[in-house]
């Protein structure tokens, strides 16, 4: 299991639980200073990230993207990709497409969280659901041409009614035809869905495609009530060799929380 950081670059997402606030370059300095394998980018459209530049800087920390996350499709442009409108449902589409444009340069994934959207406003559950898939079906084929997977992230009910636990998000992606999509199981989310977090990974399996490492407060791994022993267990029982991913509130701040989660991932990978 490799380490990762969140950074973010998106103004809007400000009080938000990203680690790094402080621009690229300072921001992948720090996380290769701490050593952290791979930073994952919040950013507010590929046409910020200028991909030589990127490059560079994560040459030179010894660094690899992990993952571009698409929120700001939501946040900042207020796409999600149940939308009822068709055209607003392709934009948002298409605002997917370009981020995994931009990571899959990297071999790195996509990640869709919020684009998902609270539950769509179709009123109708099943259309709402309806539209992610076909949404995910065209990511998951598109990011294929990168050797990369798209990953799909469930949350909390105060924030989708689309799939909130692992259970619900395997059997989606089950469903499609394209099997080139992850779940994201994000610590915090799951500490408020599932009945057991351990038992709910072991289910995921090798659907699980990455993981937001952080505490039942959303506070960094260590400064929380979560029971990491069982959770560890269950990564390593799924053969789990993707990133554990800080998106923590930069609690107490933003370089003691990337320090803690890094004391806290060394402890509890023995990396
Ligand atoms: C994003 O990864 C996430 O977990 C959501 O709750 C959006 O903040
Ligand atoms: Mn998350």
């Known amino acids: 299991m490799k380490s990762c ?21 300072k921001s992948i300095a720090l996380a290769g200073e701490l050593g952290y394998d791979a930073v994952e ?37 207020r796409l999600q990709l149940a939308d ?12 997917v497409r370009s981020i995994i444009d931009c990571a899959g340069q990297f071999g790195a994934a996509a990640i ?8 769509g406003q179709t009123g109708d559950s099943d259309i709402a659901r309806g539209y992610l898939c076909e949404a995910l079906e065209d990511g998951g084929s598109h990011a294929a041409q990168y050797n990369v997977p798209l990953i799909y992230e469930p949350l909390n009910r105060y924030e989708t009614q689309q799939c909130c636990t692992v259970e619900e998000g395997v059997s989606m992606l089950e469903s499609l035809s394209t099997d080139n999509v992850r779940l994201l199981c994000d610590l915090f989310h799951m500490n408020i869905e599932e009945a057991d977090i351990a038992k709910a990974l072991l289910h995921g399996g ?37 990133y554990l991913c ?25 990396n």
Not at 15 to 24: M, R, T
Not at 224 to 230: I, Q
Request: aromatic share 10%; proline share 6%.
């Open 41 to 77: 980018i919040f950013a507010p459209g590929p046409e910020v990230i200028d991909a030589e530049a990127l490059r560079a800087m994560l040459e030179a920390a010894n660094l690899k993207l992990a993952a571009l996350g698409t929120g700001a499709g939501w946040v900042k442009h």
């Open 5 to 25: 950081i969140t950074i973010s670059l998106v103004e809007e997402a400000r009080g938000g639980p990203f680690v790094l606030w402080d621009g690229l370059e």
């Open 246 to 270: 800080a998106e923590a509130f930069p609690y107490p701040d933003a370089h003691e929380a990337a320090r803690q989660t890094m004391r806290a991932y060394r402890y509890w990978t023995g």
């Open 206 to 242: 090798k659907w699980v495609g990455h993981i937001h490492f952080v505490d039942s407060n959303r506070r960094p791994v260590g400064l929380g009530h979560m029971k990491y022993g069982p959770i560890i267990d269950a990564l390593r029982k799924i053969d789990y060799q993707g």
């Open 84 to 95: 009822p409108e068709a055209g607003k449902r392709e934009e948002a589409r298409a605002f």
């Open 112 to 119: 869709i969280g919020s684009m998902q959207g609270p539950s």
